[in-house]
């Protein structure tokens, strides 16, 4: 298996110290330490990295599969309920790569 590799310095990554963050719709991997200086640097909203492997990612992801699964299964909004149901699955999903494809090497 491949080390993972930090996208700041460049440097071997810990698992205990691994921090996934999202931008522009692809998933790289940080130290602690180096995700929280390149958010220190970030200048406008389109340079903003979100972190992913936090609580907060992973309570919006449960909140929005729950939101899903309901939309899905009533008929609450029709079809622009399966629409938003459909988008709701984006940060479950990404959740799910990233603790796929980076915390379980």
Same mark, same amino acid.
């Given at each position: 298996?491949?080390?993972?590799? &930090?996208?700041? &310095?460049?440097?071997? =990554?810990?698992? *205990?110290? $691994? /921090? +996934?963050?999202? /931008? /522009? ?7 602690? *330490? &180096?995700?929280? $200086?390149?958010?220190?640097?970030? =200048? ?11 609580? !907060?990612? +992973?309570? +919006?992801?449960?909140? %929005? $599969?729950?939101?899903? #699964? ?6 609450? %909004? ?5 629409? @938003? !149901? @459909?988008?709701? $699955?984006?940060?479950?999903? =990404? /959740? #799910? =790569?990233?603790? @796929?494809?980076?915390? +379980?090497?």
């Amino acid at each position: 298996m491949k080390d993972l590799v &930090c996208r700041y &310095c460049g440097k071997k =990554i810990e698992k *205990e110290d $691994l /921090r +996934t963050a999202i /931008r /522009r719709l692809k998933i790289y991997p940080f130290h602690k *330490e &180096c995700f929280e $200086l390149k958010e220190e640097e970030t =200048i406008s909203i389109n340079e903003m990295w979100k972190p992913i492997n936090q609580v !907060g990612w +992973t309570i +919006t992801s449960i909140a %929005l $599969l729950i939101l899903a #699964i309901v939309l899905g299964v009533t008929e609450w %909004l029709g079809n622009l309920g399966n629409v @938003v !149901g @459909v988008l709701a $699955l984006y940060p479950v999903t =990404i /959740r #799910i =790569i990233s603790y @796929v494809v980076y915390e +379980t090497k």
